[in-house]
């Protein structure tokens, strides 16, 4: 099994990357997704979330309240460390639950291939990057990316504020081995990850057309 971390910032294209190498057979997980699911109603997270955010984030049934938490843990960047620091940790135990094989099991499911991982928060996830292989990076300048998320619907000062809780392009490309510049924002996206399947041998890479 070959596992990947896809990292990148907001609207940099990487759903759009790992969503791609899902059609050719990865396993994907979505680390955005798997967060939400740790938001159990009554859990020691959300508690601690409450505790330190305000207890306005909790939604009717317990559980958070995603709007009400983005309004608040992305006012300053110290704000969004201290929810990663909340979050991170639990997040990296569920991950490696998934990445790392059990240590006494008698039946395990086949490994996959290819697992792709995508990562939003990469400078605040290093800690992980032991699960991964290899780490790629999706880029585009920022004006590219405020336009296209607010092309898909998010408010720009929304953008601008979780902009500012990450790091500069050049900071995140040097997190990684490969860089993937998705500024065009086109089928090129697609023609790198072929290139980087097939220079691996991965997911029956050879059928790909070079
Ligand atoms: C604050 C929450 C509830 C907002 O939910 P919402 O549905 O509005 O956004 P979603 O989760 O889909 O994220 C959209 C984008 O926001 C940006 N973003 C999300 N979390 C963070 C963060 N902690 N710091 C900076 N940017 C972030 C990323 O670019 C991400 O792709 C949610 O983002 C969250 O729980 N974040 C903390 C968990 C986390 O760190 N996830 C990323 C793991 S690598
Ligand atoms: N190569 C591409 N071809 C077509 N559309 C693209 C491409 N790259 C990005 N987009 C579009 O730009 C927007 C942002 O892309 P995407 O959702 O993949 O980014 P993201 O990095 O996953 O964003 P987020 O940080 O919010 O999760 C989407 O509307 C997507 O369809």
Known sequence: MYTA???GNIASGKSCATRYLEQRGALRIDLDAMA?????PGSQLVLDIAERFGYDVLAPDG??????LSRVAFATPEDSADLNALVHPVLIEQLSLRLLPPLCCTVTAPDPELVVVEVSVASAF?????????IIAITAPLDVRRERAIERGMDGLAFDERASCQPS??????LAQVVIDNTAGDDSLFSSLDQWLADRHL??????TQ
Request: proline share 0%; aromatic share 8%.
């Open 5 to 7: 971390f896809v990292i």
């Open 36 to 40: 939400k699911d740790l938001y159990v």
């Open 63 to 68: 559980g958070i309240d995603t709007r009400e």
């Open 126 to 134: 290093t800690d992980a990057f032991g699960l991964a292989d290899e």
């Open 169 to 174: 392009e050049e900071g995140l490309c040097a």
């Open 203 to 208: 997911l029956s890479a050879q059928e790909v």
